[in-house]
């Protein structure tokens, strides 16, 4: 089984609060193969976990590593491509 990591740069306002925190942990446990996410060069966590995403602590302007697991690396990279536009976009944005 291969890692597959990316960096990404957080786009919300608000950094990942709640709500975009809730969006991003839902789409990791929907991609069906393990991912986490780590700030800075930090612990990962579980990014399904909405508790382990919001402890992050996580800012506008941060940088994350998202890592994911699998043996169908065209599969990690669209899981990655989903998960990082995810976080670079603006949830708070009206």
Do not use: C, W
């Not at 990279?77 to 998960?83: F, G, I, R, Y």
């Amino acid at each position: 089984m291969a890692e597959i990591s990316r960096t990404v740069r957080i786009g919300s306002s608000h950094g990942l609060h709640a709500r975009p925190a809730k969006l991003f942990a839902q789409a990791a446990k929907e991609a069906g193969m393990p991912v986490t996410v780590a700030k800075d060069s930090g612990k990962p966590v579980n990014a399904a976990s909405i508790l382990g995403v919001i402890s992050l602590g996580v800012e506008q302007g941060d940088y994350v590593t998202l890592t994911v697991e699998t043996d169908d690396e065209s599969a990690g990279e669209k899981t990655l491509d989903a998960l990082a536009e995810l976080l670079t976009t603006d949830h708070d944005a009206a």
